[in-house]
């Protein structure tokens, strides 16, 4: 049956549609899970709060066990699915600077709009800084451009790399987070402990 | 500590270690496609009407005939012994079991030798050895088995050979009578004697 639109189930004009629903329930579920908080998200790095973990390899663990299954029901061809194009160093790169703007600004750029939602300044000042980057990359893509496709392996997945199939690495996958989530619950009870209040 | 995150914790490993089982798919294997390249400029892999006849003819238990037209054509006319695997039903009906088998030359035919080729590189992409194409098809075998045709006279000895085992094959395959006995009518050529001297002078 899947995916929807390429297989013609839903016309080719209802995408965005789709997204602003999706990206509504992202939205929402951001702010439930207490995501625009921009000490909630740094707590991850000082150990007293490791609610981002939780959440996102949650996400990740769910949909990707679920989407093979929906592989195998037939309701979605995993084969059909775009995949993004992998460029290993630009990535790891960016990966390095994305964490550290993380730590540095207690936001990525999904949750510093829902902090924005309901009126944080910190929120509203990183999202400001946030134009202010993307303006000036822009500008300056010139001398990154080289670098920017370097390293360009295409449309990879793990499995066409190493030729492990995708179950194990979804079974290793969820093993690292769920001892993950037991882990970290033990931390967060041990810095919790030493800190005179804790407030979101 | 919560009794639900024991019990999510457990369910997603649950359902992470049944994608180990539930997504091995049955992927049919491949051959290189160096290997396939290598395998189809092969001439060896084409068998003339010729061989086909006299392994029919000797009853080689190794030979096994696949006609890979479609269910009615196969009904029609095929070969003696051929059984039917459609190109478009290979892989379903479990037919890819009658490939592969030890011992067994399978031969590929069909109407001309495009069918009967392409299933050879399917069958052969799937990874099974020692398949074949009948050069020509049913056609060719009409021309050389089912209605040979005699060789000109200046002809070499060894198509004069190859005519003769034809039209064996021909009795063989059809029951069709010897080419001398062919017409059925024979010209008598009647002499009557001429009477002697009847009335041949006298005196």
Sequence with gaps: MGPLIPNGVIGEGWDFVIAILLGIAFGFILEASGFSSSRNLAGVFYGYNFVVLRVFFTALIVAMVGLMYFDYVGWLDLSKIFILPTYLTPMIVGGVIMGVGFVVGGFCPGTSFTGIAIGKLDALFFTIGLYVGIFGFSLAYPLFAKFFDSGAMGNVTLTDVTGIPAPYFALAFTVVALAAFWGTMFIEKRVRKNMKQYKF | ?203
Aim: a negative charge; glycine letters at 8%.
């Design chain 2, 1 to 203: 500590m919560n009794k639900n995150y024991i019990i999510l914790t457990i369910l997603m490993l649950v359902l992470a270690v049944g994608t180990l089982f539930l997504t091995m798919k049955h992927e049919p294997k491949q051959i290189d496609p160096q290997e396939l390249l290598q395998e189809i400029i092969q001439p060896t892999r084409y068998v003339s009407t010729d061989q086909v006849a006299k392994m029919i003819i000797q009853g080689d238990p190794s030979l096994m005939l696949v006609d890979v037209r479609s269910i009615y054509e196969y009904e029609e006319y095929t070969l003696p012994g051929a059984i039917n695997v459609p190109l478009e039903e290979l892989l379903v009906n479990d037919n890819l079991l009658y490939f592969g088998i030890p011992g067994k030359k399978v031969i590929f035919v069909s109407n001309d030798d495009i069918q009967a080729d392409q299933m050879w590189v399917l069958t052969k992409r799937l990874g099974y050895g020692s398949t074949y194409v009948m050069k020509g098809g049913i056609n060719c075998w009409m021309q050389t088995i089912i209605d040979p045709q005699r060789p000109a006279e200046t002809a070499a000895a060894t198509d004069f050979e190859t005519y003769s085992f034809r039209k064996g094959a021909q009795m063989y395959f059809t029951g069709a009578g010897s080419e001398d006995a062919g017409s059925g009518q024979v010209n008598v050529q009647v002499q009557r004697r001429q009477k002697s001297n009847v009335a041949a002078g006298g005196c």
